[in-house]
């Protein structure tokens, strides 16, 4: 596996396998295209890194897809940030935006609340796997009660997916140009072994043991009795923020400070990029949704409808005659 450091690894994910631990994974490393997403909203910091987060979170799940179509993550909670939606287009495409309750904001930063789970508070977390029009949609869904999106993370795939999954974010900002430029990063390994049975975990007890003593049988969180796994397990857990945020270094060097002495295999990286689905004839579309009354209603000072997306915050301006036409044309 190469270690030399390299540059041009920013925006991009590297898939990886550890053949004698018998897991896969992926690791994202988010530069320009994170700080263009934050930077463009001017969000408060801590909205920035958890919507930071959260979309580090979506690049990791969703360059696994092996078609074409969306991976979406929604949360709606009763915390400061009461909705977040980062969305994933196959292959390399995505977008973000997070809501901000301001009054909540203002008393969690009084009161120093101001991790992830904090912030979300309680509510649920979907993730949703669309194919198009032409299959079902997939739609797996976990409460969030005030855990950071790591922990909620494993529970997904701990009640959706069945397999024993580790999940390490982080997201900071590195001052270049005599800004700060926001950084996210991520890791993902997944237990995948040929054999069934060793997804299986022990299900006899221990026996007696002192009270306020912990059991572990030899089990993880998911509930394995494997070596493999647990080794694996613990050598993702880790992993520091500086080193999923360094901009010095690469992927490469990351995976072979963790698996040098098993040895990991890389894969070819996938670019990705920030990039909104919004388009005039969508927003055209959607217009022509509402009842007559509503777009009534929209029509502003200017004699205009006019809507910005919520995602990159670009204006689109319509004619009423321009909605109305296609109204009565049946398009």
């Not at 550890?18 to 463009?40: E, F, H, K, M, Q």
């Not at 979406?72 to 935006?97: C, E, H, W, Y």
């Not at 995976?255 to 919004?278: N, Q, S, T």
Request: with cysteine.
């Amino acid at each position: 596996m190469a270690a030399d450091v390299t540059a041009g690894f920013d925006d991009s994910v590297l898939p990886f396998a550890v053949p004698d631990l018998d897991v896969r994974g992926r690791v994202v490393r988010l530069g320009a295209s994170i700080d263009t997403v934050l930077a463009r909203h001017d969000y408060p910091e801590p909205v920035s890194r958890v919507l930071g987060e959260a979309a580090a979170l979506t690049v990791l799940l969703g360059t696994a897809l092996k078609f074409e179509g969306r991976f979406q993550l929604q949360t709606k909670s009763d915390g400061a940030i009461p909705m977040m939606v980062v969305d994933f287009t196959a292959p390399d495409n995505f977008r973000a935006v997070a809501h901000i309750d301001e009054a909540k904001l203002v008393e969690a930063v009084a009161l120093d609340q101001l991790s992830t789970g904090d912030l979300l508070g309680e509510g649920h977390l979907a993730m949703t796997i669309d194919q198009g029009s032409a299959t079902t949609r997939y739609q797996g869904i976990v409460p969030l009660t005030r855990q950071s999106l790591e922990e909620a993370a494993h529970q997904y795939f701990r009640q959706s997916e069945q397999i024993p999954t580790r999940v390490r974010l982080a997201v900071g900002t590195v001052t270049t140009g005599g800004r700060p430029h926001w950084r996210a990063g991520g890791i993902l390994v997944q237990f995948m072994p040929h054999s069934p049975e060793r997804l299986r975990a022990a299900d006899i007890h221990p026996g007696d043991v002192p009270e306020g003593h912990e059991i572990l049988a030899g089990n993880d969180p998911d509930g394995v009795s494997d070596d493999a796994w647990m080794e694996a397990r613990s050598l993702v857990e880790t992993v520091e923020d500086h080193e999923l945020l360094d901009p010095t270094l690469a992927s490469e060097r990351l995976l072979y400070r963790l698996f040098h002495e098993r040895g990991a295999r890389v894969f070819e990286p996938v670019v990705v990029h920030e990039a909104c689905r919004c388009s005039r004839e969508r927003v055209l579309s959607m217009l022509r949704g509402f009842s007559p009354e509503d777009r009534k209603a929209m029509i502003a000072d200017d004699g205009k409808l006019g809507v910005t997306c919520e995602f990159c915050s670009r204006r689109y301006s319509f004619e009423p005659s321009e909605v109305e036409q296609g109204v009565t044309s049946g398009l």
